[in-house]
Structure formats: C-alpha cells, structure tokens
C-alpha cells in the first residue's frame, strides 16, 4: 500500500497563498495521474487538478488561474500552489491517483478567513 503525506495547509486570508505538498511512499507518479481532492465541511470530495506523467495539468473551472500543480518525479511529490485564495476553498486537501485508490492520507486543513 502506498502511503501520501499531504502537507502545507494552515490558516489564510482571503487573497493569500499557500502551497500544499504530498509525498508518496514509493514511486507512482511516472505511471499514474495525481490529483489533488479537497471536501469542505457537508460536501462531497471533489478533484480541483489533476497531472498526467507527462506533465500535462487539467484545473476544475472554479481554480483555473489561481492553482498551479506540478511535481517531483524523483522526490514523489506532487505540489499544488494556491494563490488568490477565497473562503470558498476552504477544505481538507488529500492527494490520490486519479482514479484515487480506495483510501486517502489524512490530508491538510486550508481555512481561509479574515
């Protein structure tokens, strides 16, 4: 079973940044698309981007132009830098394949709030 440490969240105010970080356990980035997921409080677990081996990045509408994802093949990290951020994108972050296997790290905490 692959471990994903997810890491980087915190508090911020509207408008400000943060970048997010996931480490796998072993090396599955080359074969798999990342992606990162969010869920806010009462709402289902959404993919907001997603990255494909060859470093092709697709965004959910509502990040596009505010969220830049990449990653570290030969680290097995996947980064999502988040910019521009609103009280909307407040959510526990979780990174996973995409399709995500069937179970999740304990993801990070983004709270945006002034």
């Known amino acids: 079973q692959v471990q994903l440490v997810e890491s980087g969240g915190g508090l911020v105010q509207p408008g400000g940044s943060l970048r997010l970080s996931c480490a796998a356990s072993r090396s599955i980035f080359s074969i798999n698309v990342m992606g990162w997921y969010r869920q806010a409080p009462g709402k289902q677990r959404e993919l907001v981007a997603h990255i494909t081996s060859g470093g092709r990045a697709v965004y959910t509408d509502s990040v596009k132009g505010r969220f830049t994802i990449s990653s570290n093949n030969a680290k097995n990290t996947v980064y999502l830098q988040m910019n521009s951020l609103k009280p909307e994108d407040t959510a526990v972050y979780y990174c996973?394949?995409?399709?995500?296997?069937?179970?999740w790290g304990q993801g990070t905490q983004v709270t945006v709030s002034s």
């Open positions: 996973n394949k995409k399709p995500p296997f069937d179970y």
